[in-house]
């Protein structure tokens, strides 16, 4: 596949990366040489210098041959206009991403054929959309949803006290339609088996029917659904998050430092106490109680100061804190420092993106741990290897685990007599070493 990407910040570079390491072709587009000498130097890929929305720099990019252009730049305007110019001059498909202005208000996180674009991704609402997942769980840490939300992948912290450390996961009685898919220790994830057995401080991955994962969270570490939320920053994903948690009964406190912006929010979300202030003020967070919410939420622009907010929060007390990263490699500092949920919406729209440029058998997949794994909803296509064979023959590789098959209304969890019938949609996590191995199962076989 020819693929053509308009702007080398975060989002872009990963997603060439990931692109170069599949074997595709890769034209880069930005309007800095520093930076594409920065991309070239790390990556095998064409380059071009120039205003990736310019018919001219498109044209000499090859646009006419490609399948796809992904407009990823940090001004909206350019990305809609170079992702409409893409298929005018001959793309088979573009993709933009729309975060700041009026337009990326306007779609739900993904929207399909929006203006005449292909597909418009917008991350910080879909971060909005993850965190108000977060917000319902039981102490969760991370709430990806799959298959029209119907499977649920959720994260979670082993705390010291719970009551199934040290006992082999096949001794536990997990609720119906659950299974544990992956374990991360001491930093390195790996696919457990019967005989594994959890340690405190184990950050665990739950898979399963949706509506059984807050009794899975309750045997892990019993927790509940956050009832008082503050929310620092009210931006694009602040406002988008208050709205997401509107008619569910949550106190929303927003705390934004900007006194227009504070007063638009105040007219617009009647449900919600918003303050004019500064979320790293401690007098400020100390008089709001912000020790004594269960969720609170550092959403500004600015990581240093979702860093700080968040950590005062959770020294005063705060169940949990989620900070908004817009550099992805701060993650790992963050979650170091005590942080116990690190979003980058970058990330989001780098996993949203990819999706399109994979095989059709993929219909969506989110990267864990750096990285380290990904939960790929996979459907069935006929004569593929995966169908019509006993689970227990079917050659999964090292790595893999099968955590759900959705049969029209039925979500199954694999059991080695079940098997994958065409047209079924099958979640799938597996390691990076695995996923090439997986998807071949998912592919027709050639006869």
Do not use: W
Not at 73 to 102: C, F, M, P, W, Y
Not at 132 to 148: P, Q, T
Not at 305 to 324: C, P
């Amino acid at each position: 596949m020819r693929v053509i990407v308009v702007g080398m910040g975060e989002v872009g570079r990963h997603v060439v990366e990931v692109l170069q390491r599949d074997g595709h072709e890769v034209v880069a587009i930005d309007v800095s040489e520093e930076v594409l000498a920065a991309v070239s130097e790390r990556m095998d890929i064409a380059t071009l210098c120039g205003y990736g929305a310019s018919p001219a720099i498109l044209t000499e990019a090859g646009v006419a041959e490609a399948d796809l252009v992904v407009a990823v730049t940090n001004h909206d305007e350019t990305n809609l206009v170079a992702a409409l110019a893409g298929r005018h001059l001959g793309a088979k498909r573009s993709i933009a991403r729309l975060q700041g202005s009026e337009f990326g208000r306007a779609t739900d996180g993904v929207m399909q054929g929006f203006l005449g674009v292909d597909v418009v991704v917008n991350p910080r609402v879909l971060a909005a959309r993850e965190i108000a997942r977060i917000a319902r769980s039981h102490g969760a840490l991370d709430v990806v949803g799959f298959a029209s939300d119907r499977v649920e992948v959720v994260q979670l912290e082993v705390p010291p006290r719970s009551r199934i450390i040290g006992r082999p996961l096949s001794d536990l009685t997990l609720p119906h339609k659950t299974l544990v898919a992956a374990v991360v220790r001491d930093g390195d994830l790996f696919v457990p088996g019967g005989a594994d057995v959890l340690l405190a401080g184990d950050r665990v991955y739950l898979a399963g029917l949706a509506a059984r994962m807050n009794d899975a969270e309750d045997l892990f570490c019993g927790g509940r659904e956050a009832s008082r939320v503050c929310i620092v920053g009210g931006g694009v994903v602040g406002e988008a998050l208050a709205k997401n948690l509107v008619g569910s009964p949550v106190e929303v406190t927003i705390i934004e430092r900007d006194a227009a912006r504070a007063e638009h929010l105040a007219a617009e979300l009647r449900h919600a106490t918003v303050l004019h202030g500064d979320g790293t003020d401690v007098a400020l967070l100390e008089e709001e109680g912000a020790g004594d919410h269960d969720l609170f939420c550092a959403l500004t622009h600015e990581d240093e100061v979702n860093l700080m907010s968040a950590l005062l929060a959770k020294r005063l007390g705060a169940m949990r804190t989620i900070s908004l990263v817009h550099r992805p490699d701060y993650m790992p500092i963050q979650r170091q420092l005590g942080i116990d949920v690190v979003l980058s919406p970058r990330i989001l729209a780098s996993d949203r993106i990819l999706k399109y440029v994979r095989r059709t058998e993929l219909e969506s997949l989110f990267s864990i741990e750096d990285g380290q794994a990904e939960v790929l909803e996979m459907v069935a296509v006929p004569d593929s290897r995966v169908v019509g064979v006993p689970l227990r023959r079917l050659n999964v590789p090292r790595g893999a685990i099968l955590c759900a098959i959705v049969s029209g209304d039925e979500v199954r969890i694999p059991r080695g007599d079940d098997r994958v019938e065409a047209g079924d949609t099958v979640i799938v996590l597996a390691t990076a070493q695995a996923r090439r191995d997986v998807e071949r199962l998912f592919q027709k076989r050639a006869f």
